[in-house]
């Protein structure tokens, strides 16, 4: 086991949360904004597996929650849960930054991690995007985005209640914050697809008058 963690270089042991390792390699002359071969730090790796504490650490020892890699990705482009991306955030990360290719973050994650689209969205103001005309509903994403907004709920919850806990603080209005949100983010999702179907009804409706004519 000691070796094991002891092959871990910076990078992978920010990714596994290791934070013993993390701390040992940097008091050895290692940095929170050590960049790897492909331009990825401890922060992007930290923020991408949501190792909170770990975050923590690196930002304490001069970790750059802004930092961007090679292709203009910050450590917010990487996250694939709602808390890394609310910890960052409120950490100074600017939810507003687009990368080379002109995307946001919440561009960036919008088909894997729509819930996390959808908070960064809620930060920056910015406009969900139109569905392509043409496209058709999916049950696959819309059983997508339930899936991972109830895990997402469910691992918030768990976290305001641990919190809670420790503080000895009553979590019942944070709670209701959080249920009215993703129910307030599943109405939108909802009306997004709804107004996909409509676009793709229209275009076909449009397609069969040019037919006709």
Not at 30 to 57: C, G, I, R, V
Not at 73 to 95: I, K, M, Q
Not at 110 to 134: F, N
Not at 198 to 209: E, L
Request: hydrophobic share 40%; proline share 4%; aromatic share 6%.
């Amino acid at each position: 086991m000691v070796q094991a963690r002891a092959a871990k270089n910076l990078w992978v042991a920010a990714s596994d949360g290791d934070i013993a390792r993390v701390q040992e390699l940097i008091a050895s002359g290692a940095t929170a904004n050590d960049k790897d071969e492909h331009s990825y730090t401890p922060m992007h790796a930290a923020a991408s597996y949501a190792h909170l504490p770990l975050l923590e650490y690196l930002v304490s020892v001069g970790g750059d929650v802004n930092l961007p890699d090679d292709d203009g990705d910050t450590p917010l482009f990487t996250c694939e849960s709602v808390d890394a991306a609310r910890w960052l955030v409120e950490h100074g990360a600017n939810a507003a930054h687009r990368n080379d290719e002109g995307q946001t973050a919440a561009d960036s994650v919008e088909d894997e991690h729509p819930a996390v689209a959808a908070y960064l969205r809620s930060v920056t103001g910015e406009a969900a995007p139109a569905a392509p005309a043409g496209a058709e509903v999916s049950q696959y994403a819309v059983d997508q985005y339930a899936s991972r907004q109830t895990d997402d709920l469910l691992a918030e919850t768990q976290r305001i209640m641990e919190e809670a806990e420790r503080d000895g603080t009553d979590p019942e209005e944070r709670l209701r914050e959080v249920v009215g949100r993703a129910v307030r983010q599943g109405f939108n999702y909802g009306g997004e697809l709804g107004h996909a179907a409509d676009d793709a009804a229209a275009t076909g409706d449009d397609a069969k008058r040019a037919r006709g004519e």
